[in-house]
C-alpha cells in the first residue's frame, strides 16, 4: 500500500526535526520510493504559509529568509511524488461533506485523495483524521 505524507509528516522531514524525523525515515525506507506522496493539497498549504511569511516581512534580513524557506520547500516538492487533487477526490470530498465530517477543508481534502488512492495517510492528526470514515490513517513518527 502507498503512504500519503499529510503536512506535518512533511514539515518533520523538511526540518529534520528529532527524535520523529529519525523515526518516521526508518519506516519510510524501507518502503519503496514510489511507494512514498504527498498530495497536492499539502503543497498549496506548505506554499500559502510561506507566500504569507514573504508577504508580511519587513526586514532585509526577514525578507531573504522568507524567500530562502519559499525556494527550500519549492525544491523538496520537485523531489516528491505529489499525487493530483483529482474530480474523483473533489466527489470523495463532496460527499464527506454532506456526511457531515467536521474537519478542516485542506485536510478533508487531504483524506479525499488518501481515500480515491487507497493510500495510508501518515499524519500526526489523528483525532481529525479518524472521523474520516473507511480513512486509514497512522503517525509513524512516535
Given at each position: 500500500m502507498a503512504v500519503l505524507l499529510d503536512t506535518d509528516h512533511l514539515s518533520i522531514l523538511q526540518r529534520r526535526t528529532q527524535p520523529q524525523c529519525d523515526r518516521l525515515r526508518q519506516?519510510?525506507?524501507r518502503l519503496p520510493a514510489d511507494d512514498i506522496a504527498t498530495s497536492i493539497v499539502c503543497h498549496q498549504e506548505q506554499f500559502a504559509g510561506w507566500q504569507a511569511y514573504v508577504n508580511q516581512s519587513k526586514t532585509d534580513d526577514e525578507i531573504v529568509h522568507a524567500y530562502g524557506e519559499l525556494e527550500f520547500m519549492w525544491r523538496f516538492f520537485r523531489k516528491m511524488n505529489v499525487v493530483s487533487f483529482t474530480s474523483e477526490a473533489q466527489t470523495r470530498f463532496v460527499s464527506l461533506r454532506k456526511q457531515k465530517i467536521r474537519i478542516p477543508t485542506l485536510d478533508l481534502r487531504i483524506a479525499s485523495v488518501a481515500l480515491v488512492t487507497d493510500?495510508?495517510?501518515?499524519?500526526r492528526n489523528l483525532k481529525d483524521f479518524r472521523q474520516v470514515p473507511g480513512l486509514n490513517v497512522e503517525d509513524w513518527t512516535t
Open positions: 519506516r519510510l525506507d493510500s495510508l495517510l501518515l499524519s
